[in-house]
């Protein structure tokens, strides 16, 4: 313990101490109005200061079981905590109450100002750490704080922690806990942040608004608390989701594999490439693993050739499935050598059956006569087919069925076929895939850019005009917008 000067103690009328608590924040909130000092109990200052000031004899102190509770002099009246703590009401200080020891040392104080005054003499040197901090922010010198603790005993004007101040943090603890359990987990990450913050800043209101009061509700536990919580709901989040995460992985992995096996599966469903490429030619370019387009052609003899163009309205495995269905009849009719208005008949039926949330199939299916250069086709809701010349005169010939799919059919005079000579001629089929597909800088290719493309590259051999138009839609680097596929029969003579 550190005393005063001897010769200051014997000539004392009282001795009181000037000692104080930090909160856990670093900020003096509160003094103890007594201390005990080998078995001995010594005032406050401020306490001794106003005992000595009323010349009263004794202090007298109220205990029980669970320790002080009331400090009574014969003008005032103290509750404390049970530990004799009070909380300071700081008030607006004066700073002309303030004197230098050298004006009183050289006579330049005004007697009067001091006369039935209580002074406190003590030092603001900042070399001696007699500096705290108090709740409004502020740091001022310690002995400042017994003259605030003067007022508040004259006054009785202390800042009220009790009872209901601790039911009411033990309340605001429990609600914020578990709200912290809970919101967390219901927002996502980005905003969970902000709600913490929105909490702490809630607290820290609403103590800032009861203080004004003089009621101290300490939410430094309750923050704390709060946030431990709260890290630790975060990363049992994280953990979650990062196993989730990785079963998701694990799943697309797998589906991956199927996909890739799928395409792979569907790629041996397309034909080889004709004998002749410059007579037939075809390609797709998958904008996914699985296409929805499908072509193909059958040399029934040596002078007919069964063919097809066709695009499922979906994309993915579903479609692929039911285009690989489509595709089995269209094979089993044309090997039966089957007219084409039944050919589409039985691809329709097979599409009504097995479809999937009213999936259809647009086509071109069609017979190729090598000799007259005759085409007898049918145009099921496809893009409209393009014939051009040497010339690059185009015509089209468009849709004059529904797709496939959209009911059963008995009878194979609903599907009307037509006819057409392509002498000296091509004939291009090809999916929405092509003229709605995207362009190095970003634009849609569209019908008469692709009719500007065959003119100024002057193509007419097929396997040219395919080549050209799929490194056209395929510059970009990015994934497709849709599978893009083209067949092209022409009619010029070899």
Not at 179 to 186: D, F, Q, W
Request: with cysteine.
């Amino acid at each position: 313990k550190i005393t005063s000067l001897e010769k200051f103690n014997d000539v004392a009328k009282g001795i009181g101490t000037i000692s104080y608590l930090d909160s856990q924040d670093g900020v003096l909130r509160s003094i103890p109005m007594f201390l005990k000092i080998d078995n001995d109990l010594w005032p406050a200052l401020s306490l001794e200061s106003l005992r000595v000031f009323h010349n009263h004899k004794n202090i007298l102190i109220n205990a029980d079981e669970t320790g002080i509770n009331e400090i009574k002099t014969r003008k005032y009246q103290i509750k404390t905590d049970p530990n004799t703590l009070v909380f300071i009401n700081f008030k607006e200080f004066n700073k002309e109450n303030y004197i230098p020891a050298v004006d009183v040392l050289e006579g330049k104080i005004n007697e009067d100002r001091l006369k039935n005054k209580i002074v406190l003499i003590g030092s603001s040197a900042q070399g001696l750490f007699d500096f705290v901090k108090i709740p409004n922010g502020n740091v001022i010198p310690g002995v400042e704080t017994h003259a605030h603790l003067i007022e508040n005993i004259v006054n009785n004007d202390f800042i009220i922690k009790d009872l209901s101040t601790k039911i009411i943090e033990n309340v605001l603890l429990l609600i914020s806990l578990i709200i912290v359990l809970i919101i967390p987990n219901k927002i996502k990450p980005k905003f969970s942040i902000v709600f913490f913050i929105s909490l702490i800043i809630v607290l820290l209101l609403f103590s800032s608004i009861v203080y004004q009061f003089n009621y101290f509700v300490d939410v430094f536990f309750i923050i704390l608390s709060s946030a431990v919580l709260f890290l630790a709901t975060l990363y049992l989040r994280y953990l979650k989701e990062n196993e989730i995460a990785l079963d998701n992985e694990k799943k697309q992995i797998i589906l991956k594999q199927e996909r890739e096996i799928a395409g792979e599966v569907q790629k041996k469903l397309f034909p080889a490439e004709f004998s002749n490429k410059d007579l037939i030619f075809a390609n797709n370019v998958p904008a996914k693993d699985v296409s929805g387009d499908y072509y193909d052609f059958i040399s029934m003899s040596e002078d007919e050739i069964y063919f097809t163009l066709a695009d499922v309205s979906g994309k993915g495995v579903k479609a692929g499935i039911l285009m690989a269905n489509a595709a089995a009849v269209f094979r089993s009719m044309a090997k039966l050598e089957k007219p084409v208005s039944t050919i589409a008949k039985f691809v329709n039926n097979q599409v009504a059956d097995s479809s999937y949330q009213g999936m259809f199939i647009t086509a071109v299916i069609g017979k190729f006569n090598l000799k007259e250069k005759t085409i007898e086709y049918i145009n099921l809701g496809h893009e409209p087919i393009m014939i051009f010349d040497k010339d690059y005169n185009f015509e089209y010939l468009k849709s004059t069925l529904p797709p496939l799919g959209l009911m059963n059919m008995d009878d194979d005079g609903f599907f009307q076929t037509s006819k057409i000579n392509i002498n000296n001629k091509n004939l291009m089929i090809y999916t929405d895939g092509v003229t709605e597909g995207y362009l190095e800088d970003g634009s849609e290719l569209e019908v008469k850019g692709l009719e500007k493309e065959l003119k100024e590259n002057k193509l007419i051999k097929t396997t040219e005009i395919i080549s050209h138009i799929s490194q056209l839609l395929t510059k970009r680097n990015k994934p497709l917008r849709d599978d893009v596929t083209c067949l092209i029969i022409s009619g010029h003579q070899n």
